[in-house]
């Protein structure tokens, strides 16, 4: 089955997001803001197919990886579908552990599933209200860093409103200056995404976000996007001159969201890309579950 692959636009928006939210596990990978921001650099297109009311996409970036089909996964014409647009053998790329089930389920008996763990690819879930308020004594380390940077500076947390996003614009751009982003791959590819997220922050869905200001001036911020009862989180950065400005930012922005918003229940952190500092950040805050993404080869018997 020949599908029309195009470059994602801001006008996919509204439609694409619509078929997100039908799938049983929303990962972050499949956001619009991720595969809209990253498409240029990751070589992501995108393709709808009538015939199933299902999304298709698929990343040039190292060879050509297809990834998960987005819409409602709940189905029984999995074997049918899968077979059309593979043929006898598939391999899809960050495929969430529910679909991934799902498949196994529907193509018992009709081909062989091999699903590889992906550790890196793992997203992180967190109780919204736990980080929000850092209470009990497992996060005492992390609130006395609150508390001390509370002590120390005299700072504001305030929104992200299209008069702040100029601020935004220079504090990335000085961010990467002292983190290299020109010499490293993921972050220059990273900026790119920010960048084009915040040059066309009205026109992109369910995004909000906050900063951090110490004398008026840009401490930390970060760009998220509201998914029904789960808050996610794409990008978070802090200057090192202020200690604890990530803590401050993660807490005080779950803390203004879930006031805004308090049918909020997770936060999702994303993933670690295994990276062994990272993924020690990420534990600290205690998870209370991951959205599993895996390697799917699929060969029909």
Excluded at 39 to 61: C, I, M, N, V
Excluded at 170 to 198: P, V
Excluded at 247 to 257: T, Y
Excluded at 279 to 301: L, Q, W
Aim: glycine fraction near 6%; include cysteine.
């Amino acid at each position: 089955m020949e599908l029309d692959f195009q470059e994602i636009t801001l006008e996919d928006a509204p439609k694409y997001i619509k078929h997100w939210e039908m799938c049983a596990q929303r990962a972050s990978d499949y956001c619009f803001p991720v595969i809209w921001s990253l498409g240029p650099d990751f070589g992501t297109k995108l393709a709808y197919d009538e015939r199933t009311d299902l999304y298709w996409l698929h990343q040039s970036k190292v060879g050509l990886a297809d990834l998960a089909p987005v819409g409602n996964w709940m189905r029984d014409d999995w074997p049918r579908v899968l077979r059309e647009r593979y043929g006898d053998c598939a391999e899809l790329y960050l495929v969430p552990e529910a679909l991934a089930d799902i498949w196994r389920a529907e193509l018992a008996g009709q081909a062989e599933v091999e699903v590889t763990d992906e550790r890196g690819t793992w997203e992180y879930l967190y109780d919204i209200r736990a980080l929000a308020t850092l209470a009990g004594n497992k996060y005492m380390k992390k609130r006395n860093r609150v508390n001390q940077f509370k002590k120390n500076y005299d700072y504001s947390y305030v929104p992200i409103t299209e008069e702040l996003l100029p601020d935004i614009v220079d504090f990335q751009y000085s961010w990467c200056q002292q983190n290299h982003c020109g010499t490293t791959m993921g972050l220059m590819e990273e900026n790119h995404a920010i960048q084009r997220i915040l040059q066309n922050w009205r026109r992109i869905p369910n995004l909000c976000g906050g900063a951090i200001t110490v004398g008026g001036e840009i401490a930390a911020y970060t760009i998220g996007e509201l998914a029904g009862n789960m808050l996610v989180v794409h990008y978070e950065k802090a200057s090192l001159e202020y200690g604890a400005a990530y803590q401050v930012i993660n807490r005080d922005f779950l803390a203004h969201m879930l006031a805004e918003h308090p049918e909020l229940e997770t936060v999702n952190r994303e993933e670690d890309m295994n990276d062994a500092g990272l993924r020690a950040a990420k534990m600290s805050y205690m998870p209370i579950g991951f959205i599993k993404e895996c390697k799917v080869k699929i060969n029909f018997i």
